[in-house]
């Protein structure tokens, strides 16, 4: 199987890791949750990378869960279904205990899962134009599991405004949001931006960038294992309801659901 994470690292210790699944706009599908465990991990353990770019090829940084895994998870038992959908939360929670400052670069659309990996780094820049968005409960289940990390980096009161009305906003409303630090004209402006991210850092010492990081987590409220495992909960509760059935097959059916007709 053809890698759908890929990493390189510049002679500067800038790595860049790309979601590399563009023919499917980079849809989270299991393979790729695992792979990006694995791949933060070893970043992680690089005392050579000094920072992480976050990226995507193709038109689009990520649009959520993907829908064939969606597929199986329906014919699943309600335990194995919660086992599978945890792979999202320990893609979340690798990436977000990498100890070197994470920057996102942010183009096309981003739903679901892919609002996730913005929330989960340090500091994300998107393209005028993109569009991001909480569409699960149109189908009739929850942003649960990427929703510790939503609402650590938006707080509660701005995640009221999308995290539960699948409303879609643009790059603007997401730095209001907290989501985005800055929007970019094009992507020519993006690079420079990203480039001006990363370049404060290189002039830092990275054990004390990594040990102010651990801090600031610290500080501010991690999310807690707790937290997790009632996201997983409330969405494997969900599964099991006539609402996600009805919602799920409605969408593969490419039909209204009953609730939007």
């Given amino acids: 199987m053809a890698d759908l994470i890929r990493t390189e690292t510049d002679a500067r210790g800038v790595a860049t890791l790309w979601l590399a699944r563009a023919d499917k706009h980079n849809a989270l599908s299991a393979q790729m949750m695992t792979e990006l465990v694995d791949v ?32 199986e998870q329906r014919e699943m038992d309600a335990e194995t279904r919660k086992r599978e959908s945890r792979r999202i939360a320990e893609a979340l929670g690798a990436l977000a205990a990498l100890p070197q400052p994470l920057i996102g670069r942010v183009h096309g659309n981003a739903f679901g899962g892919g609002v996730g990996l913005i929330s989960v780094c340090d500091v994300a820049i998107g ?56 929007v970019a004209a094009d992507e020519e402006a993006l690079d420079a931006a990203v ?14 960038v990594a040990e102010a990081k651990a801090l600031l987590n610290a500080l501010a409220g991690r999310v807690t294992q707790d937290d997790v495992d009632m996201a997983i909960d409330a969405l494997a509760t969900r599964w099991e309801t006539e609402e996600a059935s009805e919602g799920l097959t409605a969408f593969f059916d490419k039909r209204k659901p009953r609730w939007a007709e």
């Fill in 40 to 71: 933060a991990e070893a970043l992680a353990r690089d005392t050579e990378v000094r920072v992480v770019v976050l990226a995507a090829e193709g038109k689009t940084f990520s649009a959520g869960g993907d829908l064939a895994w969606m597929r």
């Fill in 195 to 208: 480039e001006d991210e990363i370049a404060p850092y290189l002039t830092c010492a990275p054990g004390a």
């Fill in 127 to 182: 393209v005028a134009g993109v569009k991001m968005g909480f569409t699960e409960v149109r189908l009739g289940l929850l942003p649960a599991n990427i929703g510790p990390y939503v609402i650590a980096r938006m707080g509660g009161a701005r995640a009221r405004e999308v995290f539960m009305n699948a409303r879609i906003f643009e790059a603007e409303e997401a730095v209001r949001l907290n989501l985005l630090a800055r």
